[in-house]
């Protein structure tokens, strides 16, 4: 099971090769997270990742899905985290991409999260709100690519007007203010997953979240876990090693299984924090 991060849709794992490599060897779902894509978010809650997270479970159970593995890139890891934490019958294993995973200052949260205020953030998202998004979303984009270059693949797949729609804006803008009291709901109850083979992968450049104080962390407070941190890539480390991904897939598909060395990746046991970063 795929689920994509902040601002885009399930068809990024369709861009990034993920989806198609991993269904040559099993069956492959990728959800649109409520509010993206074409899926909806009704008002009558709020879509903390918890919330997504039990619509998954029941999406589970209507598709026929028995403990999958999970894969979740960026915000999706908070959903991945709160499959794996409350609804543990129901999750395989972990597979845990660039994530945010304990609580820290971001200065992008105040900066997204206006279209989320009732009222007014309504009128924002139907008037400035895409307009300002069109000049600022290209260089949002490269950052999360960045150092590698943005590939043609996912400006096809996921076109900035896609993201501007008024209510991805709203899900967006909900997503960035509900990320830190997420991580910080999860942080203490993360020793409750050392029974779940989980791998976590990060790219040492990432400009968005940083390997430190997230992925690093996160491997220490889970001895049992994998950390592989890969140089030269960015945020978006399923664009730049779909290979690796799908192999810890495969890792936590068969824990013990050993991995064949086009598989592998430096093991960093602790990343240093890139300066700059929050």
Aim: proline content about 10%.
């Amino acid at each position: 099971m795929l689920l994509h991060g902040n601002a885009v849709q399930a068809e990024d794992y369709v861009a990034s090769g993920v989806l198609g490599r991993a269904a040559q060897r099993h069956r492959v779902v990728a959800f649109d997270r409520p509010g993206y894509g074409y899926s909806d978010r009704p008002r009558d809650r709020p879509w903390t990742a918890e919330a997504q997270a039990a619509v998954f479970v029941e999406a589970f159970a209507r598709l026929g899905i028995k403990r999958p593995i999970v894969v979740g890139h960026s915000w999706g890891t908070l959903v991945a985290m709160a499959l794996a934490l409350n609804h543990p019958e129901a999750v395989g294993g972990l597979v845990l991409l660039s994530g945010y995973y304990f609580p820290t200052a971001r200065a992008d949260v105040p900066l997204f999260s206006p279209p989320a205020i009732p009222v007014l953030g309504d009128a924002i998202r139907y008037t400035v709100g895409p307009l300002v998004g069109r000049l600022i979303a290209p260089k949002m984009i490269r950052t999360m690519f960045a150092p590698a270059p943005v590939p043609p693949a996912f400006t096809e797949a996921v076109p900035i007007p896609m993201m501007l729609r008024p209510w991805q804006v709203k899900a967006s803008a909900e997503d960035a203010a509900a990320m830190i009291p997420g991580a910080a709901g999860f942080q203490r109850r993360y020793g409750a997953l050392s029974h779940l083979p989980i791998a976590i992968l990060a790219g040492a450049e990432d400009m968005i979240v940083d390997v430190g104080r997230q992925s690093a962390r996160l491997h220490q407070a889970l001895p049992g876990s994998q950390l592989q941190v890969l140089p030269g890539l960015g945020h978006m480390i399923h664009h730049g090693a779909p290979d690796l991904v799908v192999g810890a897939i495969e890792s936590v598909a068969a824990p013990g299984r050993p991995r064949p060395a086009s598989e592998s990746a430096s093991d960093v046991p602790a990343a240093k924090a890139m300066p700059g970063q929050v």
